[in-house]
């Protein structure tokens, strides 16, 4: 006899229907009908995939006691991305763009102290104009960022377009930060509507 307990505690896990079904010795429908007699709700399909990818939980945690500098710190974290930051929801990582690398670094403590985020969570794009250097460009993100070349993904090249006197305008391109994590953004946002 499958408890709903013992039920409870494997899908709490993370594992599917068809893998408890396997370890339970049952028919995938079986362990389905006991889903249902024991209402015990199901995941949807991006929540399983999210624990899939993430099989030890979260990778992010929430500091809660926060020092005075922390709180000071989380303020500026949550500004910085309600005025920076994608907000948009069918985008499902923290995404934050600009041309300072003050501002980056500065998000970067945010998520690191605040949240918790595992530097090697950390993945970075840039867009030069203007025919800009991008060697030059990578270099600069690179020493400010403390970053390695390898880190910086993807390039991209944007041509003059016209003849304005907005030519030096951004030199080493924008930069924009990535952490690929919905619930992450989730409980940022929850945040920031809190404020």
Known sequence: MITK??????????????????????SQSGIKYLMDKYNIPRRSWSEATYVKRNPNGDPFVIKEKLSRNEFFLKGLGLGLYWGEGDKSSNNTSVRVSNTDPSLIKKFKEFLVKIYRVKKEKFRYSLVTFNNGDKKEAMKFWTKHLKIKNSQLGKIINIPPQGKGTYKKKNQFGVI???????????KILEQIKQI
């Open 5 to 26: 307990e013992r039920l409870k505690k494997l899908y709490n896990k993370g594992l599917s229907m068809m893998e408890i079904a396997e370890i339970m010795r049952r």
């Open 176 to 186: 924009t930060m990535t952490v690929s994590n919905k619930k992450l953004k989730e």
